[in-house]
């Protein structure tokens, strides 16, 4: 049984920077991939970034290269999302996912899933 905490989102004007962490709980349970997903209203949830726990290799939507960065925290069940230049756009609560058993931005492949964090870029 794997439990994810989300945190660090927030309110952010346009061009800001926000940080989200994600810390993983797992007894007798080896974290090999973390993703970060989010939600706007009234849209499907939607594949943001995710990384291999082991290697690195993270891979990023296309909506947010250059701007969103993931990165494994202290542990490797810690996965941060670094995001700047953030736009109305990027409005949504963001979710981590971990273990997926398919392709990393699918959000069906993920078993195990935090409550989610309100990120809110006014313009």
């Known amino acids: 049984q794997v439990q994810l905490v989300e945190s660090g989102g927030g309110l952010v004007q346009a061009g800001g920077s926000l940080r989200l962490s994600c810390v993983a709980s797992?007894?007798?349970?080896?974290?090999?991939?973390m993703g970060w997903f989010r939600r706007a209203p009234g849209k499907e949830r939607e594949f943001v970034a995710a990384?291999?726990?082991?290697?690195?290799?993270?891979v990023y939507a296309e909506s947010v290269k250059g701007r969103f960065t993931i990165s494994k925290g202290g542990t490797r069940t810690t996965a941060l999302l670094q995001m700047t230049s953030l736009e109305p756009e990027d409005t949504a609560i963001y979710y981590c996912?971990?273990?997926?058993?398919?392709?990393?931005?699918?959000?069906?492949?993920?078993?195990?899933w935090g409550q989610g964090t309100q990120v809110t870029v006014s313009s």
């Open positions: 990384i291999n726990m082991s290697g690195g290799y993270p």
């Open positions: 797992a007894r007798s349970f080896r974290v090999d991939v």
């Open positions: 996912g971990a273990d997926p058993r398919g392709a990393y931005d699918n959000s069906q492949s993920y078993t195990y």
